[in-house]
């Protein structure tokens, strides 16, 4: 039975604000921005784009049915990304100008939102809009606290990274530890590297690595999760940020076990069980402490079949509902 106990120490409206952000910029892999399903529809290579997937699945009435008001953002970025090819790339960092662009126009949009006291769910898109959710969220919410779900740290800089894909650098960009970027200058620090951890890496680049033990940046890899359980590593990062702090919750899927989510770009074998992912969603929202929540890289374009990516687009709408208040009892 749903049970939204509004008991939200920051919020001052039991009204969600849902932000579609059909984008795929930030990595190589089209899709995270799909609407029709390759294998329902038999689109193979004209990419139709609009709201994510897990609007069709129904979340919003799901959302609804946990009594919250739903406000919903639809985005379109299309011609954004006609206009963007012209720019030239930052150095070897790809799609740099519609990353930036996408992403500004994202922050504003949760600015406005976060500002009326809102609970902020943004539907990703690839990760690169965390630079977006995150810093939207931190310009209303002081002493922002965030909870990184993710096989990755996305933590590379813009001299750091292997792959100049954008998806992997987001949390340099809110830290500021990747400097001012030309092209970024919208994005200003936002974020302290002690008001952020860590949950479900397992695969970090030997730069990222680095970044992490000289900025003494709490994090918990999987073999935190076997060692100490779910509930005790999601307690101990909330004590780490600490009571009165509130918390953006920003999810990657292929933080989960590919066999739970696989359709997703950058899949990692030995992640999070449905359990866990689920459990850091219900813990999260019991603190009463969350403001935003990202459910990233969901990416239909990449199942290699009809189950996997239904299983994987309901996978994504169920995070969202524990976050949002979903019980099991
Ligand atoms: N959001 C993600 N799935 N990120 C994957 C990042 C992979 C790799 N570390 C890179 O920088 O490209
Ligand atoms: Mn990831
Ligand atoms: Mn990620």
Redesign the pocket.
């Known amino acids: 039975m749903p049970t939204n106990n509004f008991t939200n120490k920051f919020l001052t409206t039991n009204s969600c604000a849902v932000i579609a952000a059909p984008f795929s910029g930030g990595q190589p892999k089209g899709g995270v921005e799909l609407y029709k399903s390759f294998f329902i529809c038999n689109i193979t290579n004209n990419l139709f784009r609009g709201p994510p997937r897990m609007l069709e699945a129904g979340l919003l009435d799901m959302i609804e049915g946990l009594d919250w008001k739903v406000e919903i953002q639809h985005n379109d970025f299309n011609a954004l990304e006609k206009e963007c090819k012209k720019v030239v790339d930052t150095r070897h960092i790809k799609n740099a100008s519609f990353v930036s662009k996408t992403c500004q126009t994202i922050h504003e949009q949760i600015k406005k939102h976060a500002a009326l006291g809102q609970m902020i769910l943004t539907l990703g898109g690839?990760?690169s809009l965390g630079m977006a959710t995150v810093s939207g969220t931190a310009a209303v919410h002081k002493n922002l606290g965030v909870i990184w779900v993710?096989a990755?740290a996305?933590i590379?800089t813009v001299d750091s990274?292997?792959?100049g894909?954008l998806?992997?650098c987001p949390v340099s960009f809110l830290t500021g530890l990747t400097g001012q970027v030309e092209g970024f200058e919208w994005l200003k620090p936002c974020l302290e590297t002690n008001k952020i951890c860590f949950i479900g890496l397992r695969d970090v680049?030997e730069p990222e690595k680095k970044i992490l033990k000289e900025n003494n940046i709490k994090a918990f890899s999987m073999y935190h999760v076997d060692k100490y359980g779910i509930s005790k590593v999601v307690e101990m990062c909330l004590e780490y940020l600490g009571k009165d702090t509130p918390i953006h919750l920003s999810f990657?899927v292929?933080a989960l076990d590919p066999s739970v989510a696989p359709s997703t770009?950058?899949p990692v074998r030995g992640g999070l069980s449905f359990r866990e992912g689920h459990y850091i969603c219900e813990a999260l929202h019991e603190s009463g402490q969350l403001v935003g929540i990202d459910i990233m890289?969901v990416n239909p374009a990449l199942a290699l079949s009809d189950e996997q990516q239904i299983q994987t687009i309901n996978v994504g709408c169920s995070l969202a509902r524990s976050a949002l208040g979903e019980t099991l009892l």
């Open positions: 690839d990760h993710d990755h996305d590379n990274t292997d792959t894909n998806h992997g680049d990657d292929d770009g950058t890289e």
